[in-house]
C-alpha cells in the first residue's frame, strides 16, 4: 500500500524568504514521487518527479525536492519566495506498476509582501 | 492549443437531478482519470480507464458512472444527486506506462454543486 503525508497544512512566508514544503512517504515499492500546484480555481500542474534517477531533482519555478529513501521523505525547497508562489502544493506517490497516484492533503503556502 | 478540456466548468443543481461532465483530451493518450477534490481539497481517484477499458474504480457509489467512447473522451454521469456529491471534479490523462511514473495533465476541474 502506498500513502503520503504532507506535515503542514499551511506555510506562510515573506517574499523573498525560503520555502519548505514537507512531505514523507509510505510505499511496499520503488516509488515515483511528484509534487503538484494548484493555483486558486485551476487545475494541477506538475512541478517535478522523481523517478528513481538524481535524487535532487529540479523542477519549474526554481523548486527543487530531495528524495531520501532513509527518511522516506520529498521536501519541496525554493530558495527565494515569490508572490505567485502562493498556492496549494500537493505531493503525491505512485507505486512502480500502479496507474493510480495516490496524494497527500495538500499545503497551502501563503506568501507575504 | 493541446490540453485536457473539461465541460462544464461549473454545474448548480438540485438534489436528485441527473447530470453529466464531459473531458476529451487531445494528447494522444491511453489513459484517463477521473478524481474528486472534496471542500478540504483532498484529492482521491474515482475512475480510470485505459483504451477505453475500465482498470480502476473505487469506492465510488453506483450512482456515478463512467464513459469512454473512445480513449480520447472519458465523461462521468451522475444519477440522483446528493449534497455530498458537491465537489470539484477533474479529468486527467496519461500516457500508458508501466513504470508507476505518470505524470498526469489534468483539467481545469468542474466545480458541482448541489443544493
Known amino acids: 500500500a502506498q500513502s503520503v503525508t504532507q506535515l503542514d497544512s499551511h506555510v506562510s512566508v515573506s517574499e523573498g524568504t525560503p520555502v519548505l514544503l514537507r512531505c514523507n512517504y509510505s510505499?511496499?515499492?520503488?516509488?515515483?514521487l511528484f509534487w503538484y500546484v494548484q493555483h486558486p480555481n485551476k487545475g494541477l500542474q506538475l512541478l517535478l518527479k522523481y523517478t528513481s534517477a538524481a535524487t535532487l531533482v529540479k523542477g519549474i519555478n526554481g523548486f527543487e525536492a530531495e528524495f531520501k529513501k532513509s527518511e522516506t521523505s520529498f521536501h519541496l525547497t525554493k530558495p527565494s519566495a515569490h508572490m505567485s508562489d502562493a498556492a496549494e502544493y500537493f505531493c503525491v506517490v505512485s507505486d512502480t506498476g500502479r496507474r493510480a497516484l495516490t496524494f497527500g492533503s495538500g499545503t497551502r503556502l501563503q506568501v507575504q509582501p | 492549443d493541446t490540453a485536457v478540456s473539461q465541460t462544464p466548468k461549473y454545474l448548480v443543481t438540485q438534489m436528485g437531478n441527473d447530470k453529466s461532465i464531459k473531458c476529451e483530451q487531445n494528447?494522444?493518450?491511453?489513459?484517463m482519470y477521473w478524481y474528486k477534490q472534496d471542500s478540504k481539497k483532498f484529492l482521491k481517484i474515482m475512475f480510470s480507464y485505459n483504451n477505453k477499458e475500465l482498470i480502476i474504480n473505487e469506492t465510488v457509489p453506483n450512482r456515478f458512472s463512467p464513459k469512454s467512447p473512445d480513449k480520447a473522451h472519458l465523461n462521468l454521469h451522475i444519477n440522483s444527486l446528493e449534497l455530498g456529491d458537491s465537489a470539484v471534479y477533474f479529468c486527467?490523462?496519461?500516457?500508458?506506462?508501466?513504470?508507476?511514473?505518470?505524470?498526469?495533465?489534468f483539467g481545469a476541474g468542474s466545480r458541482l454543486t448541489v443544493l
Open positions: 510505499s511496499s515499492y520503488s516509488p515515483s
Open positions: 486527467a490523462s496519461s500516457q500508458n506506462t508501466i513504470s508507476g511514473a505518470n505524470v498526469l495533465t
Open positions: 494528447l494522444g493518450h491511453d489513459t
